[in-house]
């Protein structure tokens, strides 16, 4: 199909780069606002707005919060989808109990899996959860989006579309697509080392638009390779169920003797037993690690079969002083307290691994290596986005010339994916401050709500893009870049007064007070704001004719 | 830039189809003989897994990029599908030795 | 104290990042009219070189290895990014940095 090897590379990284990126401009963006999720979900909701809480008793808080869940109409709901059996009247036979916390946590998520009798699969349960304040035991209200943590980090997984896991699918092919391009860039990048730090913002839309996204691509390489790669692995289970359907007898074998190995029961044993003091066995947990020099936090802890004579309790530290996602897990008989098991160190593969997951997971504390990772985020966006910019402005005057509506599609496209998205955001945020606390009766949830808020924006900017586009097709710029640019520096600080308006939280308060997850928030939308609106002038200069370089003097520039 | 000497939309379809396709089956292959391979072998076997999905994941990006700058299409294909058929056969037969 | 290392670690990172492209005739003429010598551009480089060592090093005395390791790779991600950014709108910034050699008659 190619005369060499570099020329099929550039073709590659042009085709698939241009397809997946749009996909990509997604998975990079709210990947790099996931690793301050926490943070968002305290901006969303106001209530959580106070200090990360260590994990709370179990036997004087936990408990009896516990002992009083049960699973609502809509998990039954979700479980009766994969679970073909009739559901019991009552759910008191309980499979497992979780509580799981992080150091950025002021509240704490719990859950609860609840046996279904009548299902083949014995591991099969209907889930339910709850967030509850840990200072209080109070239950925060069901409809609460964390905007954060249950919306935009599965975004960046999964673009939240469940419909056969092919959400899934397609960002797994992107991350494939985007190690493809990592490496075909470096390939067609022949003066890699000499322009490593190049920056020509004064040059032609397309050399300048070229420059800076070989420089975001390259100082950054380690960065985006990583986290694609990381992120294949983290779901290897999903795009690669090996173990699961060729291999499934290997697994069997193994899953039996693993049980026999570690003592821990596969199954209830149908006789009740009492719950000893989970509380001690925290404290004997806490007592173990440090004498292995790791003292450390819990942070998850899960009950298994409890109130059965087989239940055990699993407790696990909280790894937040490496990037391995260890857990150091110990293992107690439920009605007792006796150790069952202290999880022995990490094999050399397994050490590789946690490192690999850790890595992008991340459960470590250290607040500059957090940002460090948002950079590198946003840089894979600007590479992302000057990509596209580039594909245009180097082919818009071809395609004006065969009349064909390539680059005003592939144009309103990129608009969509990057001023869009931006505006998406603000505007599930707007939503999140508009909306009122009890949504009237038979309206969607407010969470719903929020989420038809963006969308909804994300549509309109599309539109917008598209009905703007008709100068493209004359090889010219089109102005929804601007326009859009300008509604986001308009909007953005009407997202944070919003803030200060509906919770008092302003910037003078939460800075003053230290507060840093909703300052953060709002600082950084802040900054957005200003940015569209530098990026929004600059657009209209040009537009106007009085930054440009006259068309007779841009030069063809070619790729590499 | 890069523009593909004149060849059908169906030889493109069929490259990209071999790199997307043909990689998948042939590193899903590595994967289940790896496993098998090295469980066999004694290693434990959440670490086999783990080795044989992360060597596997790099190996779909080295044969994905093979399968563009590679020259003739139909050997692609072979070496891709016929690989991986192959691989996944040996590592059914490990596990039907070992199970 | 965990705090100044890796500010200290961040600015040898980007004045070590800062020498090395000041090893290239294009951004070395961003500051000075004339070429740098062989020496110079020797010198350059393990000023370069040795920077970016301290910095690992300071990084390695704030944290476990493993979190030091990607701390410094990030690192030097945001230092080339700032001192691209700096070539591109004020390249005289780096001026203090080769003060030490001779401007040539």
Request: proline share 4%; with cysteine; charged share 15%.
């Given at each position: 199909m190619?005369?060499n090897?570099r ?8 085709w698939?780069?241009?397809v997946?990126g749009?996909?990509?401009m997604?998975v ?6 996931s ?13 959580s ?7 709370p008793?179990?036997?004087k ?5 516990f002992?009083?869940?049960?699973p609502t ?9 994969y679970?073909k059996?009739p ?7 309980v499979?497992y ?7 950025r946590?002021?509240?704490l998520?719990?859950?609860?899996g609840?046996?279904?009798p009548?299902a083949?699969?014995?591991d099969d349960?209907v ?8 200072r209080?035991?109070?239950a925060?209200?069901?409809d ?5 943590s ?12 469940h419909?056969m ?6 960002v797994?092919i992107?991350s494939?697509?985007?190690?493809a391009a990592?490496?075909?860039g470096v ?17 032609t839309t397309?050399?300048?638009?070229l420059?800076?996204h ?10 985006h390779?990583f986290?694609?790669f990381t992120g ?7 795009y690669?169920p090996?173990s699961?359907?060729q291999?499934m ?11 026999q ?6 199954e209830r ?6 719950l000893?003091?989970v509380d001690?066995m925290?404290?004997?947990a ?15 802890l899960g009950?298994?079969f409890?109130?059965d004579?087989?239940?055990?309790v699993?407790i696990?530290?909280?790894g937040?002083d ?6 150091e897990?110990?293992h107690?008989?439920a009605?007792t307290?006796?150790v069952?098991r202290?999880e ?8 590789v691994?946690e490192?690999l997951t ?6 470590f ?10 950079l590198g985020g946003l840089?894979g ?9 580039f594909f245009?402005?180097k ?6 010339k065969q009349n064909s ?7 309103a ?15 599930i ?9 009890s949504?009237p ?5 407010r969470?719903d709500l929020?989420?038809?808020?963006f969308w909804g924006?994300?549509v ?5 893009a598209?009905v703007?586009?008709?100068?493209v ?8 870049w601007?326009e859009?640019?300008f509604?986001?520096?308009f ?7 919003l803030n ?5 939280d302003?910037?003078v308060?939460?800075?003053?007070q230290?507060?840093w997850?909703?300052?953060g ?11 569209a ?5 600059h657009?209209?200069r040009k537009e ?10 841009e030069?063809?520039v070619?790729s590499g | ?5 004149s060849v059908?939309t169906?030889h493109v379809v069929?490259?990209?189809?071999a790199a997307l396709?043909g990689g ?11 496993l098998a391979?090295?469980?066999g072998?004694g ?5 086999a ?8 994941f790099?190996?779909y990006?080295v044969v994905?990029?093979?399968?563009f ?5 139909n050997?692609v294909?072979?070496v891709?599908?016929g690989g991986?058929l192959?691989m996944?056969g ?9 199970v | 104290?965990?705090?100044?290392l890796l500010?200290v ?7 070590g ?5 000041l090893?290239?005739?294009?951004h070395w003429?961003?500051?000075?009219k004339?070429?740098p010598s062989a020496?110079?551009?020797r010198?350059?480089?393990w000023l ?5 060592f301290?910095?690992l090093?300071?990084?390695?005395i704030?944290?476990h290895?493993?979190m ?7 690192l030097?991600a945001?230092?080339a990014?700032t001192v ?11 001026a ?9 008659g």
């Amino acid at each position: 199909m190619f005369q060499n090897f570099r020329l099929s590379m550039a073709w590659l990284h042009t085709w698939f780069g241009l397809v997946l990126g749009f996909v990509l401009m997604a998975v990079f963006f709210f990947g790099a606002l996931s690793v301050f999720d926490r943070e968002i979900d305290r901006w969303a909701i106001p209530e959580s707005r106070f200090e990360p809480q260590p994990m709370p008793s179990f036997d004087k808080m936990l408990r009896p919060i516990f002992e009083a869940m049960k699973p609502t109409k809509a998990d039954i709901e979700d479980a009766s989808a994969y679970i073909k059996a009739p559901m019991p009247e009552r759910f008191d036979t309980v499979n497992y109990w979780g509580a799981y916390t992080t150091h950025r946590d002021p509240v704490l998520g719990i859950y609860a899996g609840y046996a279904v009798p009548a299902a083949k699969d014995p591991d099969d349960a209907v889930w339910t959860d709850s967030t509850i304040d840990p200072r209080t035991g109070a239950a925060l209200p069901d409809d609460q989006l964390k905007i954060g943590s249950r919306f935009f980090y599965p975004l960046h997984y999964s673009l939240n579309f469940h419909w056969m896991d092919l959400g899934y699918w397609i960002v797994g092919i992107s991350s494939l697509v985007m190690l493809a391009a990592l490496v075909s860039g470096v390939v067609m990048h022949r003066k890699i080392f000499r322009e490593m730090f190049t920056f020509r913002p004064q040059k032609t839309t397309q050399r300048s638009s070229l420059d800076l996204h070989n420089l975001t691509g390259v100082v950054a390489l380690p960065f985006h390779f990583f986290f694609a790669f990381t992120g294949l692995v983290i779901f290897a289970g999903l795009y690669f169920p090996v173990s699961h359907t060729q291999m499934m007898p290997l697994h069997e074998q193994h899953e039996q003797s693993e049980a026999q190995e570690t003592g821990l029961p596969h199954e209830r044993a149908g006789v009740a037993a009492p719950l000893g003091s989970v509380d001690a066995m925290v404290a004997e947990a806490q007592r173990r690690w440090a004498a292995r020099g790791m003292a450390g936090e819990v942070g998850a802890l899960g009950l298994r079969f409890p109130g059965d004579a087989n239940g055990y309790v699993s407790i696990y530290r909280s790894g937040t002083d490496r990037i391995a996602l260890t857990g150091e897990g110990i293992h107690f008989k439920a009605s007792t307290g006796e150790v069952l098991r202290e999880e022995p160190p990490s094999t050399t593969v397994e050490s590789v691994n946690e490192f690999l997951t850790g890595l992008h997971l991340q459960h470590f504390r250290h607040w500059m290596l957090r940002w460090l990772y948002v950079l590198g985020g946003l840089a894979g966006c600007v590479c992302i986005a000057t990509g596209f910019i580039f594909f245009v402005e180097k082919r818009k005057r071809q395609y004006a010339k065969q009349n064909s509506q390539m680059g005003r599609v592939a144009d309103a496209l990129a608009i969509t994916t990057v001023t869009g998205m931006l505006l998406s955001t603000l505007g599930i945020l707007i939503a999140n401050r508009l909306i009122p606390v009890s949504v009237p009766e038979g309206w969607p949830g407010r969470g719903d709500l929020e989420k038809y808020a963006f969308w909804g924006t994300w549509v309109l900017a599309m539109l917008h893009a598209f009905v703007r586009s008709g100068p493209v097709a004359r090889a010219q710029l089109n102005p929804a870049w601007r326009e859009q640019c300008f509604a986001l520096a308009f909007l953005a600080p009407v997202t944070v007064l919003l803030n200060w308006m509906t919770t008092g939280d302003h910037l003078v308060k939460t800075l003053g007070q230290g507060y840093w997850p909703v300052a953060g928030v709002d600082l950084s939308i802040l900054v957005l704001g200003t940015l569209a609106l530098v990026a929004g002038l600059h657009l209209r200069r040009k537009e106007r004719g009085l930054d440009s370089v006259p068309a007779h003097l841009e030069t063809e520039v070619t790729s590499g | 830039m890069a523009t593909a000497s004149s060849v059908s939309t169906r030889h493109v379809v069929s490259r990209i189809a071999a790199a997307l396709l043909g990689g998948y089956v042939f590193t899903w292959g590595f994967i289940a003989l790896s496993l098998a391979g090295l469980y066999g072998l004694g290693m434990r076997f959440h670490d086999a897994e783990a080795l044989a999905n992360i060597i596997g994941f790099l190996l779909y990006l080295v044969v994905f990029l093979w399968a563009f700058g590679a020259g003739r299409l139909n050997r692609v294909w072979l070496v891709l599908v016929g690989g991986g058929l192959l691989m996944a056969g040996t590592g059914a037969l490990i596990q039907s030795l070992l199970v | 104290m965990a705090n100044l290392l890796l500010a200290v670690a961040a600015i040898t990172c980007i004045c070590g990042l800062a020498w090395l492209a000041l090893a290239m005739d294009v951004h070395w003429k961003q500051i000075r009219k004339d070429n740098p010598s062989a020496t110079t551009v020797r010198t350059l480089r393990w000023l370069g070189s040795l920077s970016l060592f301290t910095s690992l090093v300071l990084c390695l005395i704030v944290d476990h290895a493993s979190m030091a390791s990607l701390v410094w790779v990030m690192l030097l991600a945001g230092s080339a990014l700032t001192v691209a950014f700096t070539f591109t709108w004020r390249p005289r910034l780096f001026a203090f940095l080769i003060v030490w050699s001779r401007v040539a008659g």
